[in-house]
């Protein structure tokens, strides 16, 4: 079979070996899969959860995300059968004709909801759901996004407003406001310089995850889940302790999925959103897999507002 291979910062499309599958795992022939900033990363230096230590030309196959369609259901007859339509996430690997996954990793997706746009759920949807979960959203309170212009940021806001809560989003410019104009009226240019939110997610780090101290409201959550400006964080103690229990919560999310009831947690809830039109994946960029290289250059160089999606043909 045919997968995108990263070697030496790069992607080339290579024959390989078919995936062998686990008793618990499917094999599934992907569709389309989206791309993660943290993809790239890996793919730029080396992906510390995989090739820790390995030489400058070690390979590996990218890919997190993935849609496509059930060739072979898993041997211990657990999950979704032959033939179903499935969207799920691996460690790496989704980008190729065909992933082995567990069936835990997978939710069923309907017809009515495309692959491409199923694709752009499992890490970035799951990754906001998650967030707002362990800041105990629930209608009435206030949420602050920053980094709402991407790909968690749009899903968060959207989840959030579902659930009646008010969320207010933060975007670094003007032209990432109005990318976002389609989600939500309430947009700040910034961090705001006051204000009490009950939930604040974070992924900027350094100086912004400080000033988030200030901005919480008594007993609120901040869930730090980035750190993009690859900054440490240093805080005033008293932005922290004249906040009665505010709490800072650190959010990685397979480790998040390791410990709950199912590795899915949360994935049919996304995929049920998607098909009652409440969620919008707003992919921006769409191409075939064999221009990889060119989509990650444009997602890392922020040219994308919304989701990059490959479509594996």
């Avoid at 912004?208 to 008594?218: G, M, N, Y």
């Avoid at 709950?260 to 707003?282: I, T, Y």
Wanted: proline letters at 4%.
């Amino acid at each position: 079979m045919l997968a995108l291979i990263a070697r030496n910062q790069r992607l080339e499309l290579q024959s390989v070996a078919e995936p062998v599958p686990e008793s618990s795992d499917a094999v599934v022939r992907v569709a389309a899969s989206s791309i993660n900033r943290g993809e790239v990363r890996g793919i730029r230096t080396a992906p510390h959860w995989e090739v820790r230590g390995a030489s400058t030309d070690a390979s590996w196959n990218p890919g997190w995300d993935f849609a496509g369609t059930v060739e072979q259901s898993a041997a211990d007859g657990t999950g979704p059968d032959v033939g179903s339509r499935v969207v799920g996430w691996v460690r790496q690997g989704a980008w190729a004709e065909r992933v082995a996954a567990p069936v835990a990793q997978m939710a069923i997706i309907p017809e009515a909801v495309s692959f491409a746009e199923a694709a752009t759920l499992p890490i970035a949807g799951l990754t906001a759901w998650h967030a707002l979960r362990l800041g105990e959203l629930a209608a009435g309170k206030t949420v602050l996004v920053n980094g709402a212009a991407g790909g968690v940021g749009r899903f968060a806001l959207q989840i959030a407003g579902a659930a009646g809560a008010r969320a207010i989003a933060v975007v670094g410019s003007e032209l990432r406001a109005r990318s976002i104009s389609h989600l939500t009226s309430d947009v700040v240019i910034g961090l705001p310089d006051e204000g009490a939110f009950d939930i604040i997610l974070e992924c900027a780090g350094g100086a912004a995850l400080a000033k988030c101290f200030s901005l919480i409201a008594p007993y609120g959550v901040v869930v730090s889940y980035g750190n993009s400006s690859d900054e440490p964080t240093c805080f005033h103690a008293d932005a922290a302790y004249r906040k009665p229990c505010f709490r800072l919560q650190g959010l990685n999310l397979i480790g998040e999925l390791a410990r709950c009831a199912a590795a899915n947690e949360g994935l049919d809830e996304l995929v049920a959103m998607l098909l009652a039109r409440q969620l919008k994946c707003d992919i921006d960029l769409e191409v075939d897999w064999r221009d990889a290289a060119r989509a990650c250059d444009a997602l890392m160089a922020r040219q994308i507002n919304g989701k990059a999606v490959l479509r594996m043909s």
